[in-house]
């Protein structure tokens, strides 16, 4: 990206109250996501197949959960501030072969998100492990997403 770009983006991103959205170069209707990738736990955080971090209020919830299975010896993970420029999105692939993923690419669709993942064998989860991790990732942007689906590459 060149940097006439970026700072066209970064205008339109501060002038649409909030909303980040980068157009997209096709007729596809798709818009690619920037994110980070914050933890991958090897046990559930939400009953849902997925779950959208867009209050304060939720992320607490779901780091009470974290800090119960983490155990009270050692120190707690920090909570993150959940800004008005950003969405945290909680979601659970499938393993099949391997004991975790690593996310590739997102992009919206609408109102559906797609995650593009690839196995991955993680050092930190029993090797045998087939449950399915529950990855953090913040996006950068606020976005309404109705649906996350998981593709795999």
């Known amino acids: ?9 970064m205008f339109f991103i501060n002038c649409t109250s909030g909303t980040a959205a980068i157009a997209s170069d096709d007729n596809s209707g798709k818009v690619k996501i920037q994110f980070e990738e914050v933890n991958h736990y090897p046990y559930s955080l939400t009953s849902k197949r997925f779950l959208v ?5 939720k992320m607490d919830q779901v780091y009470s959960v974290i ?3 983490n155990g009270g010896g050692g120190r707690m993970a ?3 501030t959940v800004s008005k ?3 945290y999105l909680v979601f659970k692939p499938s393993v099949k072969s391997t004991n975790d993923v ?3 690419e997102m992009y919206l669709k609408g109102k559906t998100l797609y995650v593009n993942v690839k196995p991955f064998q993680s050092p930190d989860i029993a090797k045998s492990s087939r449950v399915s991790p529950n990855v953090l990732v913040k996006l ?3 976005y309404n997403i109705l649906d996350v689906k998981v593709n795999y590459q």
């Open 1 to 9: 990206m060149n940097l006439i770009y970026l700072l066209s983006l």
């Open 53 to 57: 971090i867009d209050t304060q209020q």
């Open 67 to 69: 800090h119960q299975k």
């Open 78 to 80: 920090p909570i993150p």
């Open 85 to 87: 420029e950003e969405t």
């Open 102 to 104: 690593t996310v590739k």
């Open 140 to 142: 950068l942007g606020k």
